[in-house]
């Protein structure tokens, strides 16, 4: 009994019912490989790595930014005290990002803000 062989390269086999398509070709004939993806599969998958994730609380922040990059700065006013003159925030976070990155960040916190007043009621001002 003969052993069959694969072939060469499983993305040119058209043998399949129903999968036969020309193969991609370049401007001189040679056959051009394109990678088989899933359909079901996203194309980019994110997985993020928290073993190092540090949580902290803030109540406070404030930032600037220049054509480069946009700073933004964290941290906590633990003066409970009103009527005080000098109110000491502690700046524990300091975070630079691009424009673009910043961008994003500004789109999720709006995304994110709305999605809280439908949930439990406008904030105040």
């Not at 001189?28 to 073993?51: S, W, Y």
């Not at 300091?94 to 910043?102: E, S």
Request: glycine share 6%.
């Amino acid at each position: 009994m003969a052993k069959e062989e694969a072939p060469a390269n499983p993305a040119a086999d058209t043998s399949a019912a129903g999968n036969e398509k020309p193969a991609a070709t370049d401007s001189n004939g040679t056959q051009i490989e394109t990678p088989i993806r899933n359909a079901n599969v996203p194309p980019h998958q994110v997985k993020f790595d928290t073993q190092n994730l540090k949580s902290s609380y803030c109540n406070v922040c404030n930032g600037s930014s220049t054509r480069e990059e946009v700073v933004v700065n964290f941290g906590v006013n633990d003066s409970w005290d009103l009527g005080a003159q000098d109110l000491k925030v502690k700046l524990e976070h300091r975070i630079v990002m691009a424009p673009h990155a910043a961008k994003r960040l500004r789109d999720m916190l709006v995304k994110l803000i709305d999605e809280h007043e439908t949930r439990y009621g406008p904030l105040g001002d």
